[in-house]
């Protein structure tokens, strides 16, 4: 494999943008780590407003039915040894109750199925943003890390809304609906109450954010951990064969011992949460029911008054619980939602796009459909790879890229694709810059096959559909046949519908490269891009490719890296590249008559 072709990836169908995906200029630098805060949560839950004021309104009648219990109960209380009726009170508290218990539920089921809503265009809105980052932003970054923020982030990111944001809304409600009422009864004891639970709280909201810190440690392990176990399976072939599974699983085990520690971490935080508040909530009832008692004794308040209270103190310390809470669980979700913000801050590769006014479109031109004027090119932090490179390439014709390993061959394909911009000089396709066209325009003219001829898990029908969706099975058989792929049909009763296995695993190395050569073919595209098309094939198989390849340049432009000079040798031009740049041109006859470099390829391969 060329040491230059770093980050290509299999071309996605399109998708449509979902709503409310962010856009950010291309080229923009790397955004800073930044804290989320709730206001952040509304572009998520924006398209939800209308079931969540229903479910503020359901809220709210719960709320009111809890505060008017303990008003009741008084009333019985107090009517007890008078001659008064206490049926109307007892059947009002009776029906109170069991409307309290039903919406309650009705806002549960509410909140928790809009909770999967919001989670579902969050992973959508993830997903699209993912699929659409440059390539270079793959580059750098590890796959596992980013599938753990569409997994395991965005289940964290639900609690902020079944356990978080409305548990607050509802329970301030509740507490200063509590508040109001335990005033009509008495203003002393609610000032004790306040004291007391003002300290508990204090110590609460300090641990919460300490949580928070921890938990965005935690969840930063486990896109660790994620990772560590993605790169080893996506070689485990390797891994075995090398006899290096138990030192990789050693290191994956350290991760997870990571990830164990900060999980520990949060746990010993968390657990000093529920003593602290059982603490003040133990605490205030002794000491109310203590200056309680005394008041009922010298006759300032009845009992009935001192049992609603009581009733009251409780009504305000469990909304306060489920503040204190959901304030913890909103710590660790607002960490996740830190994780995704970092994803949907980068720009996404069609971002530049959006300030082309009228984006030029392909047209037949009369000229060459390929040119490269003056292209430089490096990767990332890297040394250049490419340097004033320029060469054209006709339309209809076969042309060659050849050199050594680490010349620039297969970063030249990757920049007709524009998976990566040059750094300086023009690319041109049919007389019009690509930096002028739509990506989308663009790929629809050029069908590529990648080195390493990726697969994807699945039939052999998803895969030769993965760029044209509506193709029927006579056209899969049709392109099967056309490069020797046929025969896995006709031996397997799946047909069509054969399981290739994750990475195409189940086939041969010539058979990827054969289905890739087929999935391209049917696409129909007018440009082709080869990228050492007969890397993974026998001399037999090669030569077939060779034929094939020679009917399907009658009617397209056809470019070819290869190493094999056999590949290439009836190419109309041959491309000649060492170190980055164009050292000479021509057909291969000329070249080993002109050109060293070629001459010695062509010996060392038996060819010259």
Same mark, same amino acid.
């Given at each position: 494999?060329?040491?230059?072709?770093?980050?290509?990836?299999?071309?996605?169908?399109?998708?449509?943008?979902?709503?409310?995906?962010?856009?950010?200029?291309?080229?923009?630098?790397?955004?800073?780590?930044?804290?989320?805060?709730?206001?952040?949560?509304?572009?998520?839950?924006?398209?939800?407003?209308?079931?969540?004021?229903?479910?503020?309104? *359901?809220? +709210?009648?719960?709320?009111?039915?809890?505060?008017?219990?303990?008003?009741?109960?008084? &009333?019985?209380?107090?009517?007890?040894?008078?001659?008064?009726?206490?049926?109307?009170?007892?059947?009002?508290?009776?029906? #109170?109750?069991?409307?309290?218990?039903?919406?309650?539920?009705?806002?549960?089921?509410?909140?928790?199925?809009?909770?999967?809503?919001?989670?579902?265009?969050?992973?959508?809105?993830?997903?699209?943003?993912?699929?659409?980052?440059?390539?270079?932003?793959?580059?750098?970054?590890?796959?596992?890390?980013?599938?753990?923020?569409?997994?395991?982030?965005? &289940?964290?990111?639900?609690?902020?809304?079944?356990?978080?944001? /409305?548990?607050?809304?509802?329970?301030?409600?509740?507490?200063?609906?509590?508040?109001?009422?335990?005033?009509?009864?008495?203003?002393?004891?609610?000032?004790?109450?306040?004291?007391?639970? &003002?300290?508990?709280?204090?110590?609460?909201?300090?641990?919460?954010?300490?949580?928070?810190?921890?938990?965005?440690?935690?969840?930063?392990?486990?896109?660790?951990?994620?990772?560590?176990?993605?790169?080893?399976?996506?070689?485990?072939?390797?891994?075995?064969?090398?006899?290096?599974?138990? $030192?990789?699983?050693? $290191? *994956?085990?350290?991760?997870?011992? %990571?990830?164990?520690?900060?999980?520990?971490?949060?746990?010993?935080?968390?657990?000093?949460?529920?003593?602290?508040?059982?603490?003040?909530?133990?605490?205030? /009832?002794?000491?109310?029911?203590?200056?309680?008692?005394?008041?009922?004794?010298?006759?300032?308040?009845?009992?009935?008054?001192?049992?609603? /209270?009581?009733?009251?103190?409780?009504?305000?310390?469990?909304?306060?619980?489920?503040?204190?809470?959901?304030?913890?669980?909103?710590?660790?979700?607002?960490?996740?939602?830190?994780?995704?913000?970092?994803?949907?801050?980068?720009?996404?590769?069609?971002?530049?796009?959006?300030?082309?006014?009228?984006?030029?479109?392909? %047209?037949?031109?009369?000229?060459?459909?390929?040119?490269?004027? $003056?292209?430089? /090119?490096?990767?990332?932090?890297?040394?250049?790879?490419?340097?004033?490179?320029?060469?054209?390439?006709?339309?209809?014709?076969? &042309?060659?890229?050849?050199?050594?390993?680490?010349?620039? %061959?297969?970063?030249?394909?990757?920049?007709?694709?524009?998976?990566?911009?040059?750094?300086?000089?023009?690319?041109?396709?049919?007389?019009?810059?690509?930096?002028?066209?739509?990506?989308?325009?663009?790929?629809?003219?050029?069908?590529? *096959?990648?080195?390493?001829?990726?697969?994807?898990?699945?039939?052999?029908?998803?895969?030769?559909?993965?760029?044209?969706?509506?193709?029927?099975?006579?056209?899969?058989?049709?392109?099967?046949?056309?490069?020797?792929?046929?025969?896995?049909?006709?031996?397997?009763?799946?047909?069509?519908?054969?399981?290739?296995?994750?990475?195409?695993?189940?086939?041969?190395?010539?058979?990827?490269?054969?289905?890739?050569?087929?999935?391209?073919?049917?696409?129909?595209?007018?440009?082709?891009?080869?990228?050492?098309?007969?890397?993974?094939?026998?001399?037999?198989?090669?030569?077939?490719?060779?034929?094939?390849?020679?009917?399907?340049?009658?009617?397209?432009?056809?470019?070819? #890296?290869?190493?094999?000079?056999?590949?290439?040798?009836?190419?109309?031009?041959?491309?000649?590249?060492?170190?980055?740049?164009? #050292?000479?041109?021509?057909?291969?006859?000329?070249?080993?008559?002109?050109?060293? +470099?070629?001459?010695?390829?062509?010996?060392?391969?038996?060819?010259?």
């Amino acid at each position: 494999m060329d040491g230059d072709n770093r980050g290509l990836t299999a071309q996605a169908a399109d998708v449509q943008k979902p709503s409310g995906a962010p856009s950010v200029e291309q080229g923009s630098p790397r955004p800073v780590r930044s804290k989320a805060r709730l206001r952040d949560v509304w572009p998520h839950i924006r398209d939800h407003r209308g079931v969540l004021v229903l479910i503020a309104v *359901v809220s +709210l009648i719960a709320s009111g039915l809890a505060l008017v219990q303990p008003l009741i109960l008084q &009333t019985l209380i107090n009517n007890v040894g008078i001659d008064v009726s206490i049926t109307s009170a007892v059947t009002l508290l009776i029906g #109170v109750t069991i409307g309290t218990a039903f919406f309650g539920a009705v806002q549960s089921y509410l909140l928790r199925r809009t909770a999967e809503g919001v989670v579902l265009g969050t992973r959508r809105t993830l997903v699209w943003h993912l699929f659409h980052l440059p390539i270079v932003e793959f580059d750098r970054r590890r796959i596992g890390d980013l599938i753990s923020r569409v997994g395991a982030d965005t &289940t964290l990111f639900r609690s902020v809304i079944t356990s978080g944001l /409305f548990d607050i809304v509802s329970s301030v409600l509740m507490f200063f609906g509590a508040m109001a009422l335990m005033a009509t009864i008495d203003v002393a004891l609610l000032a004790i109450t306040l004291a007391a639970i &003002t300290i508990g709280t204090a110590a609460v909201l300090g641990l919460g954010m300490a949580m928070r810190r921890a938990s965005r440690r935690a969840q930063d392990s486990v896109g660790d951990m994620t990772a560590a176990v993605e790169r080893v399976l996506g070689a485990i072939r390797s891994v075995r064969a090398a006899g290096a599974t138990e $030192r990789e699983s050693e $290191r *994956v085990g350290e991760e997870a011992t %990571k990830v164990y520690r900060h999980g520990v971490r949060m746990a010993a935080l968390g657990a000093f949460v529920q003593p602290i508040m059982s603490i003040s909530i133990q605490g205030t /009832f002794v000491i109310v029911l203590g200056v309680g008692g005394y008041r009922v004794v010298t006759g300032v308040m009845e009992v009935g008054d001192l049992i609603a /209270f009581l009733l009251y103190l409780f009504v305000l310390v469990r909304p306060l619980g489920s503040a204190i809470g959901a304030y913890t669980t909103i710590q660790t979700g607002l960490a996740a939602l830190d994780r995704m913000q970092e994803v949907l801050a980068l720009p996404s590769e069609t971002a530049d796009e959006e300030g082309l006014n009228e984006p030029a479109r392909l %047209k037949r031109s009369s000229g060459p459909i390929l040119a490269f004027e $003056r292209v430089s /090119f490096a990767y990332e932090d890297g040394p250049p790879v490419l340097d004033d490179v320029s060469f054209e390439v006709e339309r209809g014709s076969r &042309t060659a890229i050849v050199g050594p390993s680490g010349a620039g %061959k297969s970063s030249i394909l990757a920049l007709i694709e524009r998976f990566y911009d040059p750094v300086s000089g023009s690319i041109f396709v049919d007389g019009s810059d690509v930096r002028t066209l739509r990506r989308s325009d663009l790929r629809s003219r050029i069908g590529y *096959v990648e080195q390493e001829a990726p697969v994807l898990a699945g039939s052999l029908a998803a895969n030769l559909r993965l760029a044209v969706p509506d193709a029927s099975d006579e056209m899969l058989r049709a392109v099967l046949d056309e490069v020797g792929l046929s025969s896995l049909t006709e031996r397997s009763g799946a047909g069509l519908d054969l399981q290739v296995g994750d990475g195409g695993v189940l086939l041969s190395g010539g058979q990827r490269q054969r289905l890739a050569w087929a999935r391209t073919f049917l696409a129909g595209a007018e440009i082709l891009l080869l990228d050492e098309p007969t890397s993974s094939v026998d001399s037999r198989t090669e030569a077939a490719l060779q034929n094939v390849l020679r009917r399907a340049g009658r009617d397209r432009t056809v470019l070819v #890296v290869a190493h094999r000079l056999a590949t290439v040798a009836d190419s109309d031009k041959i491309i000649v590249l060492d170190a980055g740049q164009v #050292v000479a041109t021509g057909t291969h006859q000329e070249l080993l008559e002109r050109s060293p +470099l070629y001459h010695e390829l062509a010996q060392h391969q038996l060819f010259a």
